[in-house]
C-alpha cells in the first residue's frame, strides 16, 4: 500500500454551494499529515466524506487500501475524531469509552483496562463512575479522545482535535500524536492552528475554497515559498550600522537585530563584504524562512482572490 489515503477529483455539494472542489491528495503511511484551512474551506466535509459519513458527489476515496463506501469495515481500523463531539451522556464515564472500544473490536475485559489506564493519564481517574452529562465541555473532549485512540487504530483522523484542552492535555494529546508516528502509524489532523501544525506535520496540505491551493513536505512547501527578506544582527551599537541601514527603504529595526527585504537578484555577496566593513563585528546574516502562517495567509487570501474573479464573470 504506497498511500494510507488517496483522494482523486472529490467533490461535495449541498443545494449549489461547493463545499469541496476536485480536491485529490495523498497521505504517505507512518507520517503527520495536516488538512489545513480557514472556517468553512471544506476540511470537515472532507475527512467525513474519507469517512463515509456523508456520500461524495464525485471522485475516488482509497483508505488504507480499500474504498470506505464499499468496504466499511475498513473503518474498524481508523480512530476518528469528528469536529462536532458525541457521547451518550446518561451512560458512566467508563461504561461510554468501553462501549465504544466494543464497537472497534476490543473485548471488555481489555477495554476496562486500557480505559482506566487513558482516564488516570488524562486527570479523569476520579470520574470514571460519573456521568458524562456531569463533565464539563473540556472535560467531555478528553472522554472523547480517549475513545478515538483506545483501540489502537492503525490510522488517526483528528478534525480540530484541540478544541476544549486546556495545556495540559493539548502536550498529552501532542505526545500521543507523536507517539503513533513513532509506532509507524499515520495521523491525519485538520486544524486553523498553523502553530500546532508547524509543530506536528511533515505535510501540509491547505484548503480554500473548497479548493487545494497548497500540498506537499512542509520543509518542501517553506522552501518554494522563501521570500528575499534576510536577519542582520551586530555585535555592537554602532552609528556607522544606522547610517548604512538608513540607505535601505525596506530594512526596519527589530530588538536587537534588523530585517532587511531586498529586491530580487540582488549582489548578497557584496553585500555582506559591505556589512563586515562596517566598525561593528556582524554576528548574524540568515534569510529569514517563511512561518507557515504568513505562507497560510497569502495562498488563502490569493485563493480568495481567485474566486472572486471568477465569480465576476460568471
Not at 446518561?90 to 482516564?119: N, P, Y
Request: overall charge neutral; glycine content about 8%.
Amino acid at each position: 500500500m504506497s498511500h494510507t489515503l488517496l483522494l482523486e477529483g472529490v467533490s461535495k455539494r449541498y443545494s449549489g454551494h461547493v463545499a469541496v472542489d476536485d480536491l485529490s491528495l495523498a497521505v504517505p503511511p507512518g507520517t503527520i499529515y495536516g488538512i489545513l484551512g480557514p472556517n468553512g474551506a471544506g476540511k470537515s466535509t472532507t475527512l467525513r466524506m474519507v469517512m463515509n459519513i456523508i456520500i461524495r458527489d464525485a471522485g475516488r476515496i482509497t483508505l488504507l487500501g480499500a474504498d470506505p463506501e464499499k468496504d466499511r469495515s475498513v473503518l474498524r481500523r481508523i480512530g476518528f475524531l469528528p469536529e462536532e463531539r458525541g457521547l451518550y451522556k446518561k451512560m458512566s464515564v467508563l461504561e461510554v469509552i468501553v462501549f465504544f472500544a466494543q464497537i472497534k473490536g476490543v473485548d471488555a475485559k481489555t477495554a476496562r483496562r486500557e480505559a482506566d489506564g487513558w482516564l488516570e493519564r488524562m486527570g479523569l481517574g476520579d470520574w470514571r463512575g460519573a456521568k458524562v452529562e456531569t463533565l464539563s465541555k473540556g472535560m467531555q473532549q478528553k472522554v472523547q479522545f480517549i475513545a478515538t485512540v483506545i483501540h489502537k487504530p492503525e490510522l488517526l483522523i483528528l478534525d480540530e482535535p484541540q478544541s476544549g484542552l486546556d495545556p495540559v492535555n493539548q502536550e498529552v494529546l501532542r505526545d500521543t500524536i507523536l507517539q503513533h508516528r513513532k509506532d509507524g502509524k499515520t495521523v491525519i489532523f485538520s486544524t486553523h492552528n498553523m502553530d500546532q501544525a508547524e509543530q506536528l506535520c511533515e505535510h501540509v496540505c491547505i484548503i480554500a475554497q473548497g479548493r487545494k491551493v497548497l500540498d506537499g513536505r512542509l520543509r518542501d512547501v517553506r522552501r518554494e515559498n522563501i521570500g528575499n527578506a534576510y536577519r542582520v544582527q551586530f555585535d555592537a551599537e554602532s552609528p556607522d550600522v544606522e547610517a548604512f541601514m538608513a540607505r535601505f527603504g525596506a530594512a526596519t529595526r527589530e530588538g536587537d537585530e534588523w530585517r532587511l527585504e531586498l529586491p530580487e537578484g540582488a549582489d548578497t555577496r557584496a553585500l555582506v563584504t559591505a556589512l563586515n566593513g562596517l566598525d561593528a563585528p556582524l554576528t548574524r546574516f540568515e534569510r529569514e524562512q517563511p512561518s507557515l502562517h504568513d505562507i497560510f495567509v497569502t495562498r488563502v487570501a490569493g485563493a480568495a482572490q481567485t474566486r472572486r474573479q471568477e465569480l465576476a464573470h460568471v
